[in-house]
């Protein structure tokens, strides 16, 4: 089975995530007017039936088809071969397949969103893709991985260490038109108000880590620094432990950018075993990723693409007020 994205849909942003092996994958059903599993090429019946197969009759994974994932290249009709990939991921297998709700000119309408685990395979021989054709996915010549996963449910992924520890600039700035445009207008709604910009800034925190608990926006003045303190939660489930964080929120023109000072002014007001979170619109310089004690930044990027990927049309009344975002902008 063929999995290909040209990665660069701003209404349902696939995304490889090198660190882990996971690949986040929207279906099918991009536009109204059809039923969840009602689309004309069934992709999304196919993404149900083998997450059902993969949580309902597990020792079944056998009948779940492999696939090779594949992505738009640099020219014309180039593809690029990304790896061989399965359903499901080991970390957190209640989210691996969710169906979301998405809005269009006003009509509502649901996709799936899927995490499957591309797969340490090194090469995938043509061999084996000859007798898949066949009907014989367990042939001596499939890669060991995939023979792991089916046999005992094993997900051996494929990572990769990033060989620089920052993101340029051109990496951290939303995409031109649809992104662009919802970063301009949250900042053209909040610029006037920066207090209420520390409420919006507080929730996409929350949207861009699940594990971020908000718990309190401090006031607008004498307020030590902070614009918000939370916790973050590490750990298994049954026995997590929560980290302080500070957070503070700059809301600076997309064109801008954070420099030393912002930084620094919140690294001086974090207390002993405390860190922090600096959220803003724009971008930082790459000198700044080296600061110790450095607060993870959420740039402009990483806001919108939270925020989206939610499902949630709630800037409006992030910062105290309906209607920011007209149907220009908004899902």
């Not at 929207?26 to 059902?52: E, V, Y």
């Amino acid at each position: 089975m063929i999995l290909y994205s040209s990665m660069d849909d701003a209404d349902w942003p696939d995304f490889i995530d090198v660190y882990t092996g996971v690949f986040t994958y929207f279906g099918d059903n991009k536009k109204p007017g059809f039923d969840l599993h009602d689309t004309p090429r069934r992709g999304n019946k196919l993404l149900q039936s083998c997450f059902a197969i993969l949580h309902n009759v597990s020792d079944q994974r056998v009948k779940i088809p492999p696939f090779l994932v594949f992505t738009k290249g640099s020219k014309g009709r180039d593809v690029v071969f990304r790896g061989l990939a399965v359903p499901g991921v080991e970390a957190d297998p209640a989210d691996d397949l969710v169906a979301i709700w998405r809005s269009k000119k006003g009509e509502r309408f649901q996709n799936y969103r899927a995490k499957f685990t591309i797969l340490d395979t090194g090469t995938v021989a043509r061999e084996w893709i000859e007798v898949l054709r066949a009907g014989e996915p367990l042939h001596t010549s499939a890669p060991s991985s995939w023979r792991t996963w089916v046999d005992r449910g094993v997900y051996a992924p494929l990572t990769a260490e990033p060989t620089i520890e920052y993101r340029t600039k051109e990496e951290q700035q939303p995409a031109a038109g649809r992104d662009a445009s919802l970063v301009r207008c949250i900042y053209d709604y909040f610029k006037e108000n920066p207090y209420g910009f520390e409420h919006c800034a507080a929730r996409l925190a929350g949207l861009m880590d699940p594990n971020i608990k908000i718990e309190t926006v401090t006031r607008p003045s004498v307020d030590g620094g902070r614009d918000a303190i939370g916790t973050y939660r590490v750990g298994p489930l049954a026995d997590r432990i929560s980290l302080d964080f500070a957070l503070e929120a700059k809301c600076y023109a997309p064109e801008n950018g954070v420099g030393v000072k912002e930084l620094s002014r919140l690294i001086s007001r974090l207390r002993h075993r405390q860190f922090g979170i600096l959220v803003t619109l724009l971008s930082r310089p790459p000198g700044l990723s080296g600061a110790s004690q450095r607060p993870p930044p959420g740039c402009g990027h990483r806001g919108r693409g939270c925020r989206r990927d939610s499902g949630e049309g709630w800037i409006g009344g992030a910062g105290g007020g309906p209607g920011m975002v007209d149907d220009g902008v908004s899902d």
